[in-house]
């Protein structure tokens, strides 16, 4: 068990839907990423917050928004879901700046995305 | 994008033997890692190595860097059916971590 806890676990939708995934990190971390795993495009990096604002991007479609709150945990949003949507995402979490910004990253369950 | 090419793309290996998993990136980074996972679930973190670094241990896992070629190996040694699992590299760039870049990963099947 990382310390990193994503809800929901399975999520089945619609297209032209709107989801939200969840994510906790370890206690301590202030730095948050998402990633978005899928059979064609492997493992790719979405984005990052560190202590509620965002600090690096990736590739991440403009329909797809994230945000940290105050308590640190962070959400997920996809809308106007494509049957490419489908996937697993990754929360991860680390201590953050500094020369933490080196470590090791420690991801959560995933949540599987399946976007009928 | 993928970064890293991992190779070879499948593995498949008899109980107690060893496997060697190769890792090539492309541009100049601080550390690289190692990241193991089981079949549609998270990624366990198995080892991180300096990029001043040339080899380093883990338990039954070693891992060489050889930042010349931009390349890197995972060992797996007297491998254990619970090691079945797809194995990845991962970089970040020189100046952290913020954006992990993966390879295409390396399925191993360790046949009882």
């Known amino acids: 068990d990382s310390g990193v806890t994503q809800t929901p676990k399975h999520l089945i939708t619609a297209t032209g839907q709107r989801v939200t995934l969840r994510c906790s990190p370890r206690s301590g971390d202030l730095s948050v990423y998402w990633y978005q795993q899928s059979l064609d495009q492997g493992l790719q990096f979405l984005i990052q917050y560190y202590n509620g604002e965002e600090r690096a991007k990736g590739n991440i479609l403009e329909r797809f928004s994230a945000q940290q709150f105050p308590d640190l945990h962070s959400e997920l949003n996809l809308s106007s879901l494509e049957l490419g949507d489908s996937a697993l995402y990754f929360c991860?979490?680390?201590?953050?700046?500094?020369?933490?910004?080196?470590?090791?990253?420690?991801f959560g369950p995933g949540t599987r995305l399946t976007v009928l | 994008s993928q970064q890293g090419e991992e190779d070879p793309q499948a593995l498949s290996i008899q109980e107690g033997e060893n496997a060697t998993m190769n890792c090539s990136y492309k541009?100049?980074?601080?550390?690289l890692q190692w990241y193991r996972q089981n079949s549609g679930r998270g990624l366990v973190h198995l080892i991180l190595?300096?990029?001043?670094?040339r080899e380093k241990h883990s338990g039954r896992l070693r891992v060489t860097l050889d930042t010349s070629k931009k390349s890197s190996s995972l060992l797996i040694t007297a491998s254990r059916a619970a090691d079945t699992a797809s194995y990845f590299c991962?970089?970040?760039?020189?100046?952290?971590?913020?954006?992990?870049?993966f390879g295409t990963g390396t399925r191993l099947t360790i046949i009882p």
């Open positions: 541009t100049s980074i601080n550390n």
């Open positions: 190595i300096r990029s001043n670094e």
């Open positions: 991860a979490s680390s201590p953050g700046l500094g020369l933490a910004r080196y470590n090791e990253q420690f």
């Open positions: 991962a970089t970040g760039s020189l100046f952290g971590n913020e954006k992990l870049t």
